[in-house]
Every structure is written in C-alpha cells, then in structure tokens.
C-alpha cells in the first residue's frame, strides 16, 4: 500500500505550530515532538506506511485529556489516541499530522467490585496487568488479543481472541465508558447495571469506534470467575476440511467449549520449529475446557469422539497448567513463529469472519487462492467463531509481491462478505479496510458518517479512519 492510496487528510500547519506550543507549556516534559518518539507513535506493525504524529502527549488524567482536546478542536488539529500501538490496519497513522495521545500514564486500576464481577480500569491498563492484579480475587478478564494490548485500544478496536467463542468479544464485556468527546465534553455511557434498556446503546457506538469518536478515559468491564477446572490439547486431523468439520459439529451441538483454534499444516510447522512442540505437522485443533471436573471430562470426551467422527485424532488433553501453558503460549506466539517461515519478510494478518456453517467453505477456498496465487500465507483461527487469520508472508521492499497480497487479501475480504460474514472479525478498519466497508454495509456507512459529523463536526478525533474519503 503507497501513501497515496490512504485516504488523505489536509494538514493544518498554523493550527499544528499553536497546539505544539500550547501542549508544551501544559505538559513540559509529558510532551515530546522527537523525530523517533513521534515514528513509534504512529503505525508499525505491517507494511502500511508509518505516518508519524507532530507530538505525543502523555495525559495522567482525564481533564488532561479534556485540554488536549480542547486545544486540537481550539485550532482544528487531528488528536490520535495511542494505546500501546499493536493495532493491525493504520490506526495509529497521523496522515494530516496531529496530537498523538498516549494512554500509557492512565494506568490505573480504579475499582474491583468482586461480589458483581466488575472492575472500572483506566484506559492505559493493558489486559496482562489487570490478570495480574486480578490474581488473587479468584477472578479474570478473559478477552486477548495476541498482543498484550491496552484495555482503551481494545474496547475501541471491539478486540477478540482465542477465548471469544465461550465469554464474547469487547462488545459484550464493556459494561460502560467515559470519553472525552471531541467539544472537550466528557461523556459517561452507563452504570454498572448487569444490562440496561436506557436510550441509545453509547457504550456499544464506542466500542469498536477506532477513536474516531471520543477518547475513552474509563472502562467498566464484566469479569468471569476462574472456573474451577480447565482441560485441554491438541488434536490433529488428515485435512482442514475435517478439522474445519469437527469445529463446525462441535458449535453446532452446543459444547461450551471455551477455546477452539484452528492451526493448518504449514502454521504447525512453524509453532513446533519456534516453540518446540511435539505434535505432527498436520492441521490441528487446539481445544479448551472450562467448567466442573466432570464437566471438562464429559466436554473433552464428547469433542474426542466428533473429532473421530471426522478423521481427527487421537485427542490428547491434559488438566496439568503447566503443559496448557505451553500450548496457549504456542498459540499466542504464532504470529512470530510464522515470520520464521520467510526470514526477512513482514507479515500482513487478515481477519475475516463468516457464520459457522460457511466457515469450512471459507477456509478450502482460501487454501486454495494461497496455493494458486504462490504465495507463503499460513493460517491460524478462532474457529469457533468462525474466524480465521491468513498471515501473508512478503517482502516489503517489492511492489509485485506487495501488489500480489492485496490482490489476495482483497479476493478474501469479498469471498468473507459473499458467504454473509465480515472482512474484520475484530482487528478493525483503521486505514487498510476503508474500500471494504461499503461492500459489507451498504447505507450503513452513510449513517455511521452522519453520526461522526454530528458528534465530530470538525474531523479532528482519529481523521482519515474507518469511513472513504468521499
Ligand atoms: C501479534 C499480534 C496478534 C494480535 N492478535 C489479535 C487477536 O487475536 N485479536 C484481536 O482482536 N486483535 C489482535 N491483534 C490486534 C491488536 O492487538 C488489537 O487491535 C488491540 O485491541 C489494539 O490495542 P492497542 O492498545 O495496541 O491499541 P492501539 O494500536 O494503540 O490503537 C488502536 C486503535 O484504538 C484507538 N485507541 C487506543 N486507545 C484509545 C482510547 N483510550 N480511546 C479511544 N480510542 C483509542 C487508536 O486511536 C486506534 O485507532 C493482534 C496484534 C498483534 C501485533
């Protein structure tokens, strides 16, 4: 992807060189505008064009942010919330320049209300320190991304990950917000009420709204009781078809399994190389179990006999943390064992999502464009969900290769959208799936852009992301 071919936001050098010298004069040295501190501040996880902030802002509480904000929309200047940056798609990008406002200094955990399963964090907590702090109440957030993100990043990019298909994505886990909306105002969206049917549903409109709408400066989140037994493993199958199969048999019967991936061939290869696991490089399962003792028994023993029924096994599983550890570390890290497959490359990671009954259709398809396009894409997923990543190996230095990919990840995100699902399951739109949106939403962009005029009439919250330029 060129720099051209991101939707372009007009700088605004005047009102840029008063806000520099506004923020300085608030927040001395928690403001910084050095060449390679400003370059972090802006995206660099894949191949999309780092466009780097004027400044970066390190805002301790929430009427710093209120001033930040009140400045940039004083001088009509883009604010960029930064969270810890592992965002996938451009989000972080300043393309008309701006105030970069990193949430790392708001990292407290506010309130842990054990007896209703709820905390109120900061926005700058990332998901390891809460499970961290959470220890000892007998209690954990479950979402994770494979990154150890920020809990601010992951409620505005509606974040996922392995654990989605028992406890839900951000959507169903932020209880309420406090933002900063671009007039400077704060907004609180809700209590801590279980649910509520009181007016417009704000805490969802923000979840997922990639900063484009308000700067998130608390979250009340739902925590889940560790459960008193896990069990888990590895069960491989002679093809993806019936892997993809058991996965789908296993949703369809209503097995509460808390974790279900999906693994192919090449991915295994890569896991067993950089984490040393001792399994065959033949696609795989990995299965998670949360519930009693005999629960996580039956659950195990029930989806070892789909899996038979499929071609799969044997299903090893294991209630020892020690050896699920290892396999869930595995499975984390599957993004950097991948790189090891292509030495030098970079890696472009997909993330589309289709209804459960489409999902071996999806992945067949997609295995066979890899095969026929050449390219070196393996493919890791929360099948349960029927979400699956695709992460495409290319030298970033070549055009042709980088013409390849898209064409690739294009056919993909339209393939994803045709069998009635998502080209995003929960990484977002940032920059990189603006061309997207339409395809998969039709008038509801048009709506979604009258919401950003009214709420952000002057495009200075996140400009650039999410909605096409015209
Ligand atoms: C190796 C790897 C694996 C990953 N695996 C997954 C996965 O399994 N599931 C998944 O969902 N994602 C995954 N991701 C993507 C990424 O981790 C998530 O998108 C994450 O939620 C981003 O959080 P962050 O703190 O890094 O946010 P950032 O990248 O800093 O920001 C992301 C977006 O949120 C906005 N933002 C940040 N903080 C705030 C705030 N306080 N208020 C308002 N807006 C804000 C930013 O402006 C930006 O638009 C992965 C990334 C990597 C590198």
């Keep these: 992807m060129a720099l051209s071919d991101l939707n372009p936001v007009e700088r605004n050098e005047e009102g840029i060189a008063a806000v520099l010298g506004i923020l300085k004069q608030q927040l001395g040295e928690r403001f910084q505008t050095g060449q390679a501190i400003r370059s972090q501040h802006a995206h660099t996880t894949t191949y999309i064009p780092t466009q780097a902030p004027d400044g970066v802002a390190f805002p301790e509480t929430t009427a710093e942010v209120q001033e930040i904000v009140r400045a940039c929309a004083a001088h009509r200047v883009p604010v960029i919330a930064f969270g810890v940056g592992s965002s996938l ?89 406090t933002a900063v909306m671009a007039d400077g105002e704060t907004v609180t969206t809700g209590k801590r009420a279980k649910k509520s049917s009181a007016g417009y549903d704000l805490t969802r409109l923000l979840v997922g709204s990639e900063g484009t709408l308000g700067i998130i400066t608390a979250l009340t989140l739902r925590l889940q009781g560790i459960p008193q037994a896990i069990s888990g493993g590895v069960c491989p199958f002679p093809s993806v078809e019936a892997a993809c199969n058991a996965v789908i048999a296993t949703i369809q019967m209503g097995i509460p399994v808390a974790r279900i991936e999906l693994v192919n061939a090449l991915q295994m290869r890569a896991m067993k190389n950089y984490s040393k696991l001792d399994y ?79 999902f071996a259709e999806c992945v067949l398809e997609t295995e066979a464009d890899i095969a026929e396009m050449g390219l070196i894409a393996p493919i890791v997923g929360h099948a349960g969900d029927g979400n699956f990543h695709v992460l495409v190996l290319m030298d970033v230095n070549d055009p042709k290769e980088i013409a390849l990919s898209e064409k690739f990840v294009a056919r993909l ?11 995003t399951g929960e990484h977002g739109i940032g920059q990189g799936k603006i061309g997207f949106l339409r395809h998969e939403l039709g008038h ?27």
């Design 89 to 177: 798609e451009g989000h972080t990008n300043a393309p008309g320049g701006g105030i970069s406002v990193d949430t790392s200094r708001m990292n407290r955990i506010l309130a842990v209300n054990p007896q209703d399963l709820d905390c109120t964090v900061e926005p700058g907590v990332t998901r390891e320190d809460l499970n961290r702090h959470l220890r000892d109440t007998g209690l954990f957030f479950p979402i994770d991304p494979g990154a150890n993100a920020s809990l601010g990043g992951m409620a505005a990019t509606r974040a996922s990950g392995t654990n989605a298909v028992r406890y839900g994505t951000m959507r169903e886990n932020v209880l309420s917000l």
């Design 280 to 358: 065959p490089e033949s696609p795989c399962l990995f299965v998670e179990f949360h519930g009693s003792d005999a629960g996580v028994a039956e659950q195990a023993e029930t989806f070892g006999m789909i899996a038979e029924e499929n071609g799969g096994g044997p299903f090893l599983w294991t209630s020892v943390a020690e050896e699920r550890t290892k396999l869930w570390k595995a499975r984390h890290d599957a993004y950097w064992s991948s790189l090891t497959l292509r030495p030098g490359a970079k890696g472009l990671s997909t993330d589309v999502c289709v209804p459960i009954s489409r």
């Design 413 to 423: 995100n339209m393939r994803a959208i045709a069998m009635d699902g998502t080209c």
């Design 444 to 470: 509801g962009v048009d709506i979604m852009r009258t919401i950003k005029q009214a709420l952000d009439p002057l495009d200075i919250m996140n400009p650039g992301k999410i909605l096409p330029g015209n």
